[in-house]
């Protein structure tokens, strides 16, 4: 906010001088100093000093004070300040007193015990018309802004000085000036893969402060366990993106006066080949709070899964919170525990490959169990009503329809006989009166009957009329649920009076209290209403047993708890308030009645039932040495990346286990920085980020307070196997002949698995599509191979893979060579020179002998002369 004094004098004023005392505990002060004013900055050593002191240092803004005509020292120490007009006597001030004058002013003061530090004292000027190039004053008394902007937003003061007096009156005025949304940060575009997480951020200001909403392609946004809007609806989160989730996001800022609008689009990427959706996904309540998911494998690419993710949230309701939940790839159900009774959930799932997520899976809706309640109730007698009612006070709060049963009996002898009889309870709706007459046989003939009927949810107290005087009632009550009633509470008891002595009844003592101790109780109570009507105090006890079988809830009222009273009754005089009951065994479940009595009879009774103190257990013999190991230590393999590890408490140890330390490193390792150590209070551990197909060892380490055990023997286990991470390393390409390519590698460097084979893919067009390229195969624990077939003086472009038992690899990058040429020596092999010479040397043995064979069969001639 801008403060702004207006600061007027009478013609031909006077400097006016102002003085402030600074000291330690005076300030932080701030001053407005107007036009033709002065101020006197006085530094003192504080009220408990006894004098000035002996010395000042003055700064100013953490510096030292400038040297300025505006700024003077005075001779005890002072600072004096002013705003005096210009020395050729124009009425505006200097131009340069603001800036000099401006600032937080602050001394030391210099005492004989020492140097004090005041507080600062800011100084401000008002330097009065105009304030600023578009405000100006209009005559004396009016201040005129046109155009008014937000900058001219603040308080504006008015002083009116009375001429040659230090009399003055100010008024102030806050302007406000509204200003539309300007959104000073937009939301930037993105491009996100299915099932990951977008993040859009938004920024406005104006003035009054504007408020953000967001719309998506065109319509309301609104806000589910997916698509949350954080930080006061300047920051949209979209997790689990779907498809459904591309289009354009509008940031529109509003306020008063206006509006303000940016837009960002969401682009959703797919890649080719992921898995399609789960499918038949199934939610099965198992209880109120429990629900089985299951699923089936999605139909496309299911043998590239990963794992699942799990996601459910309420299906009623807005902004309700997703929650998911991780899974392994061979698992295809999961047990969701720890959900809201009587509640409807949705449930979908989303498969994972390395390529990245699937669609998710059509929602499976489920809506949980009712709980079934438990409730104690107790009942009080109805004091104040007819001898004909009874009341039943409900003390615990009900969130259903409870059934209330009375039981009707004669004597208490007949009530023991009544109640072990299989009685069933009837319940009808809408709070209808079910009565059961019961006919007993000849033997001991007796009748009575039970009532049952309905109470609402929101009920504490209940009223049962038409009851018989001088009758023994029992109830009990069940609090339920659609799911069924839970169990009923113990049967309370409660005698209604005759008619001849209903105004002789005492009530029962009040305020009845017992203070559990480990062989006694101590009782104490208050008396009951109109204490004057009663003689005194009789006082019962006994034991009822465990308190397992008093939970339990079913054991009929003549059982165990209608025996009769073990001690009792000890009479008390009427004054005594407290009572304690000695000679008990620790840590079993008593009964205690106590009643009023007068000259008459017994009044009604107040009872208390609970536990004495357990007696304190013989301390266990210290275990002087630390926690031992844990036991049964298992290491089991997760996935190619994981190993669970799980253990139990270590077996015959007395000493309390904290939590334990997890020391793993891969098998065999020597380097000590390899290492590593995680902490479990629990007795498993999921270890991830380990290498695929890499044996670990493992060791677990109790820890006792302040005491740590050693560590246990090593457990060995090694991470499932994984693609190759990287392709087959030292890849060498010779030509052999014309024809023929020879191969030399070496294995990949990050096999993650054991190598079931290689692949060769060459081609001599290296921009052809990879399926056109020519494939071949060579077993794993072979390390060389030779192409045949090839053209000669070509150029070959080879590149290589490997695969395991999981999957194929990638590919090293391309290698070319190129084929021998083919020469006129390499066309003629050794057959084809061997038939040559063959057939030259059969051709001359037939020319010989045509040739002999033609001499023969020429005639002999006769040469002779004359005789």
């Known amino acids: 906010m801008a403060l702004v004094s207006l600061l007027y004098a009478g013609e031909q004023p006077l400097p006016q001088e102002t003085t402030v005392s600074l000291s330690c505990g005076a300030g932080p002060l701030q001053v407005i100093l107007g036009p033709e004013q002065a101020l006197v900055l006085d530094c003192s050593l504080g009220a408990a000093a006894t004098g000035p002191p002996t010395s000042v240092t003055w700064s100013k803004d953490g510096g030292t004070l400038p040297q300025h005509e505006h700024l003077r020292l005075l001779p005890n120490g002072s600072l004096w300040l002013s705003q005096l007009p210009t020395v050729d006597g124009a009425d505006e001030a200097d131009p340069g007193a603001s800036e000099v004058i401006e600032g937080s002013y602050s001394c030391l003061a210099h005492g004989p015990l020492g140097v004090m530090a005041s507080q600062a004292a ?121 498809l459904q989730d591309a289009g354009y996001y509008q940031c529109v800022a509003e306020n008063g006066a206006g509006t303000a609008c940016a837009a960002a689009p969401l682009a959703v990427v797919v890649r080719e080949g992921l898995p399609s959706a789960p499918t038949r996904v199934t939610a099965t309540p198992l209880s109120s709070s429990a629900v089985l998911v299951a699923w089936e494998r999605p139909e496309l690419h299911s043998e590239q899964i990963i794992g699942f993710s799990l996601h459910y949230q309420k299906a009623r309701g807005v902004d309700n919170v997703e929650y998911q939940f991780a899974v392994n790839n061979d698992t295809t159900e999961l047990q969701v525990r720890d959900l809201e009774p009587n509640t409807d959930y949705e449930f979908y799932v989303v498969a994972y490959s390395q390529l990245g997520a699937s669609r998710t899976s059509s929602p499976a809706l489920v809506h949980t169990l009712d709980d079934e309640l438990s409730v104690v109730a107790s009942w009080a007698p ?144 208050q008396p009951p209403p109109h204490p004057a009507q009663i003689s005194g105090y009789k006082l019962y006890w006994r034991e009822v047993g465990t308190e397992e079988e008093e939970m339990d809830g079913e054991s009929p009222p003549g059982g165990r708890g209608d025996q009769a009273w073990d001690v009792g009754p000890v009479r008390l005089k009427k004054k005594v308030k407290q009572y304690e009951l000695t000679q008990l065994v620790p840590g079993r479940l008593y009964e205690v009645k106590l009643v009023a009595f007068n000259k008459h009879e017994d009044g009604y009774a107040a009872v ?89 060892e493992f060791a677990v380490q109790s820890h006792g307070v302040d005491m740590d055990g050693p560590f246990g023997s090593v457990v060995e286990r090694s991470t499932l196997p994984d693609r190759p991470s990287t392709p087959p390393s030292d890849l060498r390409l010779s030509p052999l002949t014309p024809s023929t390519v020879r191969l030399h590698w070496c294995p990949p460097t990050e096999p993650n698995g054991e190598i079931v084979e290689y692949l060769i893919l060459y081609s001599n067009n290296h921009t052809q599509p990879e399926h056109q390229w020519t494939l071949l195969t060579t077993e794993g624990n072979i390390f060389s191979a030779e192409v045949h077939g090839l053209e000669s003086d070509t150029r070959y472009f080879f590149k290589m893979g ?66």
């Open 802 to 867: 490997a695969r395991t038992e999981v999957g194929p690899g990638p590919f090293s990058g391309l290698q070319d060579v190129i084929t021998l040429q083919e020469k006129l020596s390499d066309s003629l092999d050794v057959h084809s020179v061997t038939g040559i010479i063959v057939g030259v040397c059969l051709g001359l043995l037939c020319l010989l002998a045509c040739m002999c064979a033609g001499l023969r069969r020429s005639p002999h001639r006769w040469v002779g002369g004359p005789v």
């Open 122 to 242: 800011v100084v401000k000027l008002a330097n009065g018309k105009p304030i600023s190039t578009d405000v100006i004053v209009l005559g004396r008394t009016n201040l005129l802004i046109h155009s008014a902007q937000p900058r001219h937003s603040g308080v504006y003061v008015c002083r009116a000085n009375k001429p040659r007096t230090r009399d003055f009156a100010t008024a102030a005025a806050e302007l406000r000036v509204l200003a539309a949304p300007v959104i000073s940060q937009a939301p930037e575009a993105l491009s996100r893969t299915r099932a990951s997480t977008a993040r859009f951020v938004c920024r406005a200001s104006g003035e009054p402060r504007p408020w953000l909403r967001w719309l998506h392609d065109g319509a309301p946004l609104r806000p589910n366990g997916r698509v949350k809007v954080q930080g006061g609806g300047g920051s949209l989160v979209i997790t689990q993106i779907r």
């Open 382 to 525: 109805a004091q104040d009503l007819a001898l004909d009612t009874l009341r039943l006070l409900i003390t615990s709060p009900l969130l259903a329809p409870a059934l209330l049963q009375a039981a009707l009996g004669a004597e208490d002898k007949t009530l023991g006989a009544e109640l072990s009889l299989p009685v069933g309870l009837i319940t009808l709706p809408n709070g209808v009166l079910q009565i059961l007459d019961v006919q007993e046989g000849d033997a001991g003939s007796y009748r009575y009957q039970i009532f049952s009927t309905e109470v609402p949810g929101n009920e504490t107290q209940f009223t049962l009329n038409s009851l018989q005087p001088n009758k023994v009632y029992r109830v009990r009550i069940s609090a339920g649920t659609g799911a069924g009633y839970g169990a009923p509470s113990p049967w309370m008891q409660h005698r209604t009076p005759s008619v001849h002595n209903q105004s002789h009844v005492p009530f029962a003592p009040t305020e009845l209290k017992v203070r559990a101790r480990m062989e006694s109780l101590v009782v104490s109570w």
């Open 608 to 696: 208390w039932k609970g536990k004495t103190e357990k007696a304190p257990t013989p301390d266990l013999p210290i275990q002087r040495g630390p926690p031992l190991p844990p036991a049964h230590v298992h290491a089991e393999s997760n996935s190619s990346t994981s190993i669970w590890l799980r253990w139990k408490k270590p077996d015959f140890t007395t000493v309390k286990i904290v939590n334990y330390t997890v020391r793993f490193s891969p098998w065999g390792l020597r380097n000590a920085s390899l290492v590593t150590y995680y902490t479990s209070s629990g007795e498993d551990i999921l270890i991830g980020g380990l290498k695929p197909f890499t044996k670990y």
